[in-house]
């Protein structure tokens, strides 16, 4: 179980005290919460265009530089727009604009070269929401050649209007020394900035920085603090993060009746690891009612997924019978499948030796296929 942050920081996370330190089971029907992980740390991000309907049109060389803006007092934006929604491991950085707004609607559908003469003509005017959407244009390489120097220059004029998806762009940029060399404290004032005006992405970036105490000092009260911001704002992470530390008692009074409400809330937003620890705590009746059933379809949802721990807990339960309908040879198959990605399983060993040999041959044809082919569909 990792935690990672959001939007353009990928792979940065929380020290191994945050995660699940519990041993697998030995028992049949065991079901215990996934082992903990070694925390990753923050590395360069992964950019990707945000989804749409429609390909880029054309091509254009975009202005060597930001078009001159006008220098009088700007309001920054403030509806829900702005934020970026945290609904995937790493989504993209969403650009700013408010429903309706004509550049973003063209960048929402794919149509970079409209969003960016509209974006230009706005920016003009001084309009910082205009400027960010340039600067995500240009981030990306959408419509214009992909530049990184463009970039931060657009988000630098945004971000000093107070546009907050500029500042939490401007600091993922500081963060990876993207168009600049690295500047991770100043990349953490811009994060508290950023937080400060609202942005959800931020603020739960900003949570994980001080459960770390990187680059700035640990506060464990301050983390929870921003977590729940986060997460009462609908992020899935967030959810999730605060879920766990509610499950173990870090930071904050053991609650598994909130523990669980909060995983329930990331799993059904997609989160596999909340999805897998949701599944636990439905098998085991912790701060929730059991419901074998619903946790058997949770850990197989998340087994197809590739989690190599739902891959083990469902071979326990086809393996027993409790939940699902008991499939010896499906239960060797996803053991087999956990076992490749470094997931030992003692008791689930020994299951297999009561198999017949014809059995344990189909169990291993089967999930080398998966393996091989199937990318995590069905079998």
Do not use: C
Not at 85 to 106: E, I, K, R, Y
Not at 208 to 227: M, N, T
Not at 283 to 293: L, P, Q, R, V
Request: charged share 20%; proline share 7%.
């Amino acid at each position: 179980m990792t935690f990672r942050f959001a939007a353009s920081i990928a792979g940065a996370g929380l020290a191994a005290w945050l995660t699940a330190s519990h041993a697998h089971a030995q028992a049949p029907m065991q079901i215990v919460p996934p082992a903990a992980q070694p925390a990753p740390r923050v590395v360069a991000p992964r950019e990707a265009a945000p989804k749409h309907a429609k390909r880029p049109i054309a091509k254009k060389t975009a202005p060597d530089q930001p078009a001159a803006v006008k220098t009088e007092p700007i309001t920054p934006a403030t509806d829900a727009a702005t934020q970026t929604q945290v609904t995937t491991l790493n989504p993209p950085a969403s650009p700013a604009g408010p429903q309706g707004d004509v550049a973003f609607g063209a960048f929402q559908r794919g149509e970079y070269l409209l969003a960016f003469k509209e974006a230009n003509r706005r920016a003009e005017q001084g309009d910082p929401v205009a400027m960010t959407l340039i600067g995500e244009l240009y981030a990306g390489g959408n419509g214009v050649p992909k530049d990184d120097k463009k970039a931060l220059a657009w988000f630098s004029l945004a971000a000093d209007r107070g546009d907050r998806q500029a500042i939490f762009a401007l600091a993922m940029f500081r963060f990876n020394g993207r168009g600049a060399p690295q500047d991770r404290a100043e990349a953490a004032v811009l994060l508290a900035k950023a937080a400060k005006l609202g942005h959800v992405a931020a603020q739960y970036n900003l949570a994980l920085l001080y459960l770390e105490g990187q680059d700035v000092p640990r506060d464990l009260a301050r983390a929870v603090e921003l977590l729940r911001i986060a997460a009462d704002a609908g992020s899935p992470e967030a959810q999730y993060a605060l879920a766990t530390l509610y499950k173990d008692g870090n930071g904050i009074p053991k609650d598994p009746i909130a523990a669980a409400k909060l995983l329930a809330s990331a799993a059904r937003a997609g989160i596999v690891d909340a999805e897998v620890e949701y599944a636990i705590a439905l098998f085991n009746g912790t701060g929730i009612a059991k419901d074998e059933g619903a946790a058997a379809l949770l850990f197989r949802k998340a087994a197809h997924k590739g989690n190599p721990i739902a891959q083990n807990r469902l071979a326990r339960i086809l393996a027993t019978g409790h939940g699902l309908p008991a499939d010896p040879v499906a239960a060797a198959r996803w053991h087999i499948i956990a076992r490749s990605a470094g997931l030992s399983d003692t008791w689930l060993e020994n299951f297999i030796q009561t198999l017949s040999a014809a059995d344990r041959e189909s169990a291993e044809k089967t999930a080398k296929f998966w393996m091989a082919y199937s990318g995590g569909q069905k079998l």
